[in-house]
């Protein structure tokens, strides 16, 4: 079911550029953000561990159109005119000092010999005192310079390459800051720079253990403190010109009470490095020098103080530094291949349908390191929607408008599976707390769930009416046997999804049985597969096909991209649907972006209402009764 979009805030786009009858122009509307917190039954949701109740709404003030755009004459909804591409409103969450951790029912862990080690699923096993919750004397926090919830044994991404080695600075009063001045800047990209009025007081009275939150809406860009009681007030607000900032991340290796790195992606290619704190920035890709196309995933590579990773919408995927000037690129020849044990295996041509193996026009090895980019990968002719990075610091998830799901081992450059949707493009994507499972949505209106270790799809999960367009794990109620996780669609509803690992592990029935299956990689054993119904899971036999090149539905299968035999399409009948176990409609506009804090669910929408539900009040002694019993 399609959801109309809600009327506009604002006047008629001819309003702004208008002429009052002096012959002045129209001045333009710009409001602030509101916080209220609405009360009554539609305004909170029951699930199995209790009652979720609305905290707070607050929306933000949506930017009208910039003076300098063209007056839209004729606003027909079907028009075929290009646009400023768009992406609603999007939070980035950081803790700079201390933050709660999820429970530590996971943790990757390294081998005494360098082999890398595999993920521990019990709590208490070979863990330090630094590794888990925390001491009770901090009440389940830790500060930011402790080992983090990951450890990973992952090798640091261009290790190996001297001339990417960062200069590491454990001062953080001595860290690099962009060059720029954004408050003095006369720059035509940006068009208005507004701080607080007593933002340095603001910032030394605030709580240690307090959250800010960075939040892109069309063309602006806003720095808020969650934690002030005057939350409505922005530190920062940042109007841009007529680029629509659509994506963002914060570095959570460099932050500290005195540095903060943020990162921003927009809709003409361009990429800002900003310092928030020193009020300082530094343009990327300028006028796309690059790549010209819009940026729709932005974000920092784990564990690293200076390179990012930008998804741009003409399917390639690009390394910056943050410190490096931009050259014009154009692909090294020498470069142009995957490298498998050293050997050198050109790239084939894009296939019919627009898939298209992983092209490195720039290895992350390479020489030529002096200037951005430092890495340049293509992987489809069609846009990238959004990508995820492994917890363990190893692989990528990377989605796109083609409907597929690529798995890359981004160490190495190499490409490692290829799943599809059952049909439309996928939007969204996130892993698992422990890394076992890759969770997607898509234009199907499902959500897909994924097992890169087995090759195979576990369950389909059926609950939006519409597009899904965002997907997250919930940590906190997550272990070792049991997952919860979120996602949120453009039929504005938030739906809350359970499942666990006994459910894959049920013999499969004989009558299911399906040919043109897939199955683990070699020396993995199978993955059983449940019975069909709303709780069962299909089954996997062969990866390698065993029916001469058909599918289930008697297809011929594609060929073979970059090494590896892209799945079929699982079939409906086939395949498990899983029910949400909350699906509720939580906001009027589309929703856009979900995440979940240690005492809240997080939501945001099209037009600008950030929503904070509360969890259950009574969910902390519910969970201490629960692990006081698995001691007992």
């Not at 960075?214 to 680029?243: C, G, H, M, V």
């Not at 009416?465 to 965002?470: D, K, L, P």
């Not at 940590?475 to 690992?501: A, H, I, N, Q, T």
Request: proline residues 8%.
């Amino acid at each position: 079911m399609f959801v109309l979009p809600p009327p506009p805030r604002y006047p008629s786009q001819p309003g702004y550029n208008g002429l009052t009858p002096t012959g002045m122009p129209v001045p333009m509307i710009e409001t602030n953000n509101v916080l209220s917190t609405p009360t009554g039954p539609e305004y909170q949701f029951l699930v199995g561990e209790g009652l979720y109740v609305l905290k707070e709404d607050l929306h933000l003030a949506t930017p009208p159109p910039h003076p300098s755009e063209a007056p839209i004459t004729n606003p027909n909804p079907l028009s075929t005119a290009p646009q400023p591409a768009t992406a609603g409103t999007r939070l980035g969450l950081i803790n700079v000092d201390v933050g709660p951790l999820p429970p530590s029912f996971y943790r990757v862990t390294s081998r005494s010999d360098g082999v890398p080690g595999s993920i521990q699923e019990h709590p208490d096993e070979s863990q330090s005192s630094t590794q888990g919750r925390g001491s009770t004397s901090d009440g389940g926090r830790i500060n930011s310079t402790d080992v983090p919830l990951f450890s990973s044994s992952a090798p640091a991404f261009g290790e190996g390459n001297n001339l990417l080695a960062p200069t590491t600075s454990k001062d953080a009063n001595k860290r690099r800051k962009p060059k720029n001045n954004m408050s003095k800047s006369n720059s035509s990209f940006i068009s208005r720079v507004i701080n607080h009025e007593i933002l340095n007081k603001k910032l030394q009275d605030r709580t240690r253990d307090g959250l800010f939150a960075f939040a892109n809406i069309n063309r602006a860009f806003q720095w808020l403190d969650l934690s002030s009681p005057t939350k409505a007030e922005y530190l920062t607000k940042i109007l841009f010109t007529k680029a629509h900032c659509l994506c963002h991340d914060v570095n959570k290796v460099t932050k500290s009470s005195s540095h903060i790195d943020v990162i921003m992606g927009f809709s003409t290619g361009e990429i800002i490095w900003w310092e928030p704190i020193s009020q300082r920035y530094t343009r990327l890709n300028k006028n796309g020098i690059i790549n010209s196309t819009p940026v729709s995933e932005i974000r920092w590579i784990p564990g690293s103080e200076h390179l990012f990773l930008a998804a741009h919408m003409d399917g390639t995927l690009v390394v910056y530094d943050k410190e490096k000037e931009d050259v014009i690129f154009s692909a090294e020849e020498e470069n142009l291949s995957s490298t498998t044990n050293g050997e050198q295996v050109h790239p084939k041509p894009p296939t019919p349908n627009g898939t298209c193996r992983i092209q490195v026009h720039k290895s992350v090895h390479s020489k030529n390191q002096k200037a951005n980019p430092v890495a340049v990968w293509k992987l489809s002719n069609q846009r990238i929607n959004a990508f995820a990075f492994s917890p363990d610091s190893r692989h990528l998830a990377v989605v796109s408008e083609d409907g597929s799901l690529r798995i890359i081992d981004y160490l190495k450059e190499e490409l490692l599976d290829l799943f599809y949707s059952y049909y439309g493009g996928l939007t969204c994507v996130c892993w698992s707390p422990d890394g076992k499972y890759v969770v997607t949505g898509g234009q199907d209106d499902l959500i897909s769930i994924w097992c890169p270790s087995e090759s195979a799809l576990i369950a389909r999960c059926h609950g939006h009416h519409s597009w899904v367009t965002s997907v997250a794990f919930d940590p906190w109620r997550c272990d070792e046997k049991s997952y919860r996780f979120g996602s949120v669609g453009e039929d504005c509803r938030l739906c809350l999804w359970d499942f666990s690992v006994g459910m894959l592990h049920r013999p499969r029935a004989a009558s299911v049985r399906q040919r043109g299956s897939v199955s683990s990689r070699p020396g993995l054993a199978p993955l059983q597969r449940s019975e069909t119904g709303n709780t069962g899971v299909t089954g996997v036999t062969s990866r390698h096909r065993s029916d001469s090149g058909l599918s289930a539905t008697g297809e011929k299968e594609e060929e073979e991209v970059d090494g590896v035999v892209p799945h079929p399409v699982k079939p409906r009948a086939t395949t498990a649907m899983l029910p949400p176990v909350l699906s509720k409609t939580v906001d009027c506009d589309p929703l856009c972006w979900l995440d979940f804090t240690h005492d809240a669910i997080l939501t945001s929408c099209k037009s600008g209402h950030i929503r904070t539900w509360s969890r259950p009040s009574e969910l902390t002694p519910q969970l201490g009764n629960d692990e006081d019993k698995k001691e007992a």
